[in-house]
Nanobody, 127 residues
Framework: QVQLVESGGGLVQTGGSLRLSCQAS????????MGWFRQAPGKERDAVAA????????TYVDAVKGRFTISRDNAKNTAYLQMDSLKPEDTAVYYC????????????????????WGRGTQVTVSS
């Protein structure tokens, strides 16, 4: 399994920006599709974005399109989530997740499709 560690969360005002990082170790990072998810208190874990193994295919949920940017640097074993124009409704714990490209899955946006998870990083957007 690949180990994942998120960082970069924090407290920011509405309209501000944060950049989350997801550092991977233990397996060949470029063999994994990566996803970002978030979970607000009392709510289910929802997808935010996904990126394929080499970064040439990306998908976002409608709620973050035009504001968030997912990327990856395979040389650094790291995935990123640049979050701009943040809103209070973006407040959540953000998780990165990985699924092997050999799974045959194509940029899944459902948490059940991923079998490697980080512990999350808190993002709080104040109004």
């Amino acid at each position: 399994q690949v180990q994942l560690v998120e960082s970069g969360g924090g407290l920011v005002q509405t309209g501000g920006s944060l950049r989350l990082s997801c550092q991977a170790s233990g397996r060949t990072f470029s063999h994994y599709h990566m996803g970002w998810f978030r979970q607000a208190p009392g709510k289910e874990r929802d997808a935010v974005a996904a990126i394929n193994w080499n970064g040439d295919r990306i998908t976002y949920v409608d709620a973050v399109k035009g504001r968030f940017t997912i990327s990856r640097d395979n040389a650094k074993n790291t995935a990123y989530l640049q979050m701009d124009s943040l809103k209070p409704e973006d407040t959540a714990v953000y998780y990165c997740a990985a699924v092997t490209l050999y799974s045959g899955l194509d940029l899944p946006l459902t948490p059940e499709k991923y079998n490697n998870w980080g512990r999350g990083t808190q993002v709080t957007v104040s109004s």
